[in-house]
């Protein structure tokens, strides 16, 4: 089994995802991390090891924020092995409470952040012939009954939905010999 070394980490300055980029990086992987604000991510991180963390700024909404981060990744450490999709935020609000615009933003980075790094991410695995992917989702995404998080939930069973089919993509492909 070949030990992975270039991660990946969306939503990397608060949080889970910052605990687990300072935990990577004190075991000596090398770090590609996201946020909507380097100087807050650098300031959360300061690394040790400035040539093993990239910070890089990402709206993941934006497909093309989204290409040329894993592009800049892949670039600057020639290749990525573990992606981890964990950028997200909870919703609070009742159904009838909430704007349509507040749904559809809470969509757009729960659900269409993790899609689009899954897209652009996923030509690069294939073409090196391994990988791994962490998507990040919740107890909300498999028991909707919180009252008040509805699209909370919502959004986090599309993403276990996605993983779910995304595994056996995956799987089946001719090019990986994931399994």
């Not at 991390?33 to 909404?61: H, I, N």
């Not at 997200?88 to 689009?116: K, W």
């Not at 391994?130 to 959004?155: E, H, L, Q």
């Not at 995956?170 to 990986?176: A, E, R």
Request: aromatic residues 12%; hydrophobic residues 40%.
């Amino acid at each position: 089994m070949q030990f992975s070394k270039i991660w990946f980490v969306t939503g990397a300055s608060k949080g889970l995802g910052l605990l687990l980029v300072r935990q990577l990086l004190s075991l000596g992987y090398v770090v590609a991390a996201t946020s909507r604000c380097t100087d807050e991510l650098k300031q959360a991180v300061q690394p040790t090891a400035a040539d093993r963390f990239l910070p890089l700024q990402v709206d993941l909404g934006d497909e093309a924020s989204v290409r040329q981060a894993l592009e800049t990744t892949v670039q600057t450490f020639s290749g990525i092995d573990v992606v981890v999709n964990n950028a997200g935020y909870g919703q609070l609000g009742a159904l009838e409470e909430l704007t349509d615009q507040e749904a559809r933003q809470n969509f757009d980075v729960n659900v269409f952040g993790t899609l689009n790094v899954l897209h652009y991410a996923t030509p690069y695995l294939r073409q090196q012939g391994y990988g791994r992917v962490f998507n990040i989702s919740s107890i909300g995404g498999f028991n909707g009954n919180f009252p008040g998080w509805g699209i909370y939930c919502a959004t986090k069973f599309a993403v276990n939905g996605l993983t779910k089919a995304y595994a056996v993509e995956v799987q089946h492909s001719p090019l990986l010999g994931w399994n």
